[in-house]
């Protein structure tokens, strides 16, 4: 078992070898993740109060749909601010400002790749779906046609892009490599699988019905309120296979990354799927059924069939062994 996960220069940070152990990149995560959640936490509040103030002075669609959004909401984007600004200072520290170091070279050898993991991951949102339209009360949507899919599909296709970049930049990159150079292959696989599906417990809808103002409460201390249990709040929501199917998800991706040395797989392969989920949901209409809780509600991480489905490619990727697993 152990030999499956044996460490590779490729994917370690600092230009170190394998037989080398740093936390400095867990440092640096630390510092950004805990600085982030403070930059938030100060400034929900007096940004939601700019944008009342201009909606107040020139009402406009934009910040009529700003002040619609819970508080938690403006905490979330905020936090992503020092994050994103914080990455290029991170990854040079890191040895990780290069396209190379990265695992993002421009080839066609890495475009092959990327076009696979991206089939693959329809391939298997489209056999999950499949199960939930002929066993749940799934429904084409109303007034559906061929516009509608098509930006549907465009806007999804924006979102797997942006979204499946932005966490693998993050989560497979930097922070399963900084496990994986502090400790050894196996834990970076666990640790950071376990901080994805974490991270994907949010604040507790619960926690607004007895807050004066519900969602959109803006006293001064409400980020710090957000951060609060935006940290706990999984103790409040927490379901196991919804956990379950979330950490193996995040295992998967970190398994494609170790075995192709290459960040456009588990790009493609969570793109391809985030890609499949927001088409499907704008093309169909999916309502209450029992059956939900074996085949999902539109999502590959929130039933029993995908968390077997996960558990299984999984296993195929431990037992994996790439004849060019250096395809940079």
Known sequence: MIGMFKREKELMLFGLSPNQHSFEGLGLFLFIYIGASLFAAVLTAPTYWLVQFVDSVNSTETTRWLLGKRIDIFYDRLRWVPIILGLPWMMKRCRLFSIRNLGLPLSAKSFSVFAKFWIAGIALSVFVFTFQYFFCNVKLADGFCFDKLLNAAFSALLAGLILGFLEELVMRCLIMRSVYTAFDALSAVVLSSLFFAYKHFKVPNSIWDNLPGGAHNSSWDIGFFVAWYDTVGIAHTFSFMHFAALAMFGAVLAMIYIRTKLLWAPIAMHG??????????????????PNLVYFGSAGMTNGWLALGLLCVIFAALCLWKPKDSAAR
């Open 272 to 289: 391809g799927i985030v890609f499949s989920i927001q088409t499907y949901r704008k093309i169909f209409d999916i309502g209450e059924s």
